[in-house]
């Protein structure tokens, strides 16, 4: 079954710059939206940003102009630059694909996610 791997958390202070990556593997025929999600302690899951196959991206109003979202379709791979990095983004981010599988099968999947915490 396909799985995704983040990687790229970490600890940084407010204004920092982080980047994290998210790579699909198995047996994927397509994939269609990708995206990350995060979730506060406390909180629950919200969407950062998301992005189709054909490059069209969607951003939460709290990130807009500071995090950037990206693909690779050949690698299967999406990553999310995050600039100018505050305190209230401290979460675990999520990777998040609506992928199709072998004999047809789609679904989504989740990554194991990773932690980002932002000092003041």
């Known amino acids: 079954q396909a799985q995704l791997v983040e990687s790229g958390g970490g600890a940084v202070q407010a204004g920092g710059t982080l980047r994290l990556s998210c790579s699909a593997s198995g047996s994927i025929q397509s994939i269609n939206d990708m995206g990350w999600y995060r979730q506060a302690a406390g909180k629950q899951r919200e969407l950062v940003a998301t992005?189709?196959?054909?490059?069209?991206?969607n951003y939460a109003d709290s990130v807009k102009g500071r995090f950037t979202i990206s693909r690779d379709n050949a690698k299967n791979t999406v990553c999310l630059q995050m600039n100018s990095l505050k305190p209230e983004d401290t979460a675990v981010y999520y990777c998040?694909?609506?992928?199709?599988?072998?004999?047809?099968?789609?679904?989504?999947?989740w990554g194991q996610g990773t932690l980002v915490t932002v000092s003041s």
């Open positions: 998040n694909a609506d992928l199709v599988e072998e004999l047809f099968f789609r679904h989504a999947v």
């Open positions: 992005i189709t196959s054909g490059g069209s991206t």
